[in-house]
């Protein structure tokens, strides 16, 4: 298996504008994640889903931001109009529940520059 | 509200050295204890992890240590060697919600 894959890998964006970042977890899988990670806050989860269902949104920042997965293969993560303060690198992750292993296997994260 | 604390922020050790990052849990319902490595550029991997009901895991060179009653649990890393060098995570979740909460991380720099 390929593992986690995210694109765009690097984007720069100016401020204003819509960004969309994509993740396709890994075959199987059926609980996908978004982390953002920045100097200042670390690591945090902003949304986890299970089955494509959104269980918990509580860490996603504000309105301007919105995740979706319509289907197993396949997840989003929108920002608009993104801001200079959204820069960070945003990560998806992907685990197999309800297994008791709880590994997550993150992707390669996506840089993402607001100016 | 910070929920895993990670000391030291930054660590540097010699070639065969020992590395010893440490971490502090609040949640008593936190119940799998994961450690990651991430290399720069690269997304978090899964190094280690370890139960409440074990007070020890040894794979390798890496091995975890967990004190329950503290609500502590630390990595030391044997044998540290440069290719070792990268920023760990502690994180921590409770069994059926798989959301992990992370430490703010450790830089380890081993010295050849």
């Known amino acids: 298996d390929a593992g986690v894959i995210q694109s765009p890998r690097h984007e720069v964006t100016e401020m204003g504008q819509e960004v969309t970042l994509r993740c396709k977890p890994i075959?199987?899988?059926?609980?996908l994640f978004w982390y953002r990670q920045t100097m200042m806050r670390g690591l945090e989860l902003l949304i986890y889903?299970?089955?494509?269902?959104?269980?918990?949104d509580s860490g996603m920042p504000e309105d301007r931001f919105s995740a979706k997965m319509p289907n197993a293969s396949f997840s989003t993560l929108k920002i608009q109009p993104s801001e200079p303060r959204d820069s960070a690198v945003y990560f998806c992750?992907?685990?197999?529940?309800?297994?008791?292993?709880?590994?997550?296997?993150f992707g390669q994260g996506t840089r993402l520059t607001v100016v | 509200q910070q929920q895993v604390k990670q000391s030291p922020q930054s660590l540097i050790v010699q070639k065969g050295g020992i590395s010893i990052i440490n971490c502090a849990y609040e949640n008593t319902a936190f119940d799998y204890f994961p450690w990651y490595q991430q290399f720069p550029g690269k997304g978090p991997a899964l190094l280690i992890a370890i139960r409440p009901d074990v007070s020890e895991k040894k794979e390798g060179r890496f091995t975890i240590s967990f004190n329950k009653s503290a609500k502590q649990f630390s990595l030391h890393i044997m044998d540290s060697q440069p290719g070792d060098s990268a920023t760990y995570f502690c994180a921590a979740s409770m069994e059926y919600g798989n959301k992990l909460v992370f430490g703010a991380g450790t830089i380890l720099r081993v010295k050849s």
């Open positions: 992750a992907s685990s197999l529940r309800p297994e008791r292993s709880t590994e997550a296997f």
């Open positions: 075959s199987g899988h059926n609980s």
């Open positions: 889903f299970n089955n494509n269902v959104p269980i918990d």
